[in-house]
T-cell receptor
Framework: SQQGEEDPQALSIQEGENATMNCSYKTSINNLQWYRQNSGRGLVHLILIRSNEREKHSGRLRVTLDTSKKSSSLLITASRAADTASYFCATGGSQGNLIFGKGTKLSVKP | DSGVTQTPKHLITATGQRVTLRCSPRSGDLSVYWYQQSLDQGLQFLIQYYNGEERAKGNILERFSAQQFPDLHSELNLSSLELGDSALYFC???????????FGEGSRLTVL
């Protein structure tokens, strides 16, 4: 079963614009992770935010976490065509394994 | 390059057949995970091994089995294949159970 659900399912923006993706989850977490997947390739870890953190930055990425609302958001600033990919949030399952949402497909047009 | 190696990259087989997918984790990683990714089901967790022992089990069919060997490489065996088993199968590894996962490039299975 899915733990995290991303929203929107698809997002299309112009280069230079910001992209925001949201993730909602169901149960309490120790941490939440965001991954990126280029079409047909393996997933790549972007950022991990712990349950006691509210915001975290990495380059052009900004992740927020609201444990009271069980939600997280990923912001990509000044997007580039190379940011075109699917983005997944992931949280720990009941057995400690990582459960992924269905992802947001981001398309950045040059 | 994540350091996780999966073979084969592509595999085409017929219904009813059996295949084995292989994964070599990153050097030093004790945990290995298998995921199945299909268009309609997203990324589904199948099974996790830690240092040779099964740690967690997800939506893995009885026709599927896996194991992790003493050298820490892992194999996923898929038998009595059906059309619906066509998917990308990913292996990932990590140092521990709660941190960052490193994914291989996947094995694309097509069942005809």
């Amino acid at each position: 079963s899915q733990q995290g659900e991303e929203d929107p399912q698809a997002l299309s923006i112009q280069e230079g614009e910001n992209a925001t993706m949201n993730c909602s989850y169901k149960t309490s977490i120790n941490n939440l992770q965001w991954y990126r997947q280029n079409s047909g390739r393996g997933l790549v870890h972007l950022i991990l935010i712990r349950s006691n953190e509210r915001e975290k930055h990495s380059g052009r990425l900004r992740v927020t976490l609201d444990t009271s609302k069980k939600s997280s958001s990923l912001l990509i600033t000044a997007s580039r065509a190379a940011d075109t990919a699917s983005y997944f949030c992931a949280t720990g399952g009941s057995q400690g394994n990582l459960i992924f949402g269905k992802g947001t497909k981001l398309s950045v047009k040059p | 390059d994540s350091g996780v190696t999966q073979t084969p990259k592509h595999l085409i087989t017929a219904t009813g057949q059996r295949v084995t997918l292989r994964c070599s984790p990153r050097s030093g990683d004790l945990s290995v995970y298998w995921y199945q990714q299909s268009l309609d089901q997203g990324l589904q967790f199948l099974i996790q091994y830690y240092n040779g022992e099964e740690r967690a089990k997800g939506n893995i069919l009885e026709r599927f089995s896996a194991q992790q060997f003493p050298d820490l490489h892992s194999e996923l065996n898929l038998s009595s294949l059906e059309l619906g088993d066509s998917a990308l199968y990913f292996c990932a590894s990590s140092v521990d159970a709660s941190g960052e996962l490193f994914f291989g490039e996947g094995s694309r299975l097509t069942v005809l």
